[in-house]
């Protein structure tokens, strides 16, 4: 994904979680501090989000172990519940929590189109 594909696909989805009631911070440069740190923190105040953002061409999404390891140690720390939102081309959001995700030989993680639409959330479940 490129830098200006990624930042338009979180700037979306922060706009989509103001416009249903949660604050929302963009960490600017995610993935590029030593600290863990999602692209978007969220919370209703009864509920915070950790979300590590992704958008994708294809139908299937490769993740690192270290992805993974990052999100849940961010939310742990914060008090969050991780997830990772990924958006397929000409699909809407779809979100999956880490440990539904699907572990590969090489100790690192994937998610299909099809299996995130039936293991996922949307948005909508996302954020009652």
Known sequence: MSKAKGSRVERELL???????????????????????????????????????????SNVKYLTKEDRKQLL???????????????FNNEKWYFIKPEHLNKGKNKNYS?????????????????K
Request: charged share 25%; aromatic share 10%.
């Open 15 to 57: 706009h989509m979680l103001w416009h249903s009631g949660f604050a929302t911070l963009r960490s600017a440069g995610s993935g590029l501090s030593s600290y863990p740190n999602p692209d978007l923190i969220a919370s209703n105040g009864k509920k915070c989000l950790a979300i590590e953002c992704k958008s994708i061409k």
């Open 73 to 87: 140690d961010f939310s742990k720390i914060f008090k969050a519940e991780p997830w990772f939102g990924i958006r």
């Open 111 to 127: 998610i299909s189109l099809d299996s995130i639409k039936k293991r996922g959330v949307t948005f909508k479940q996302l954020i």
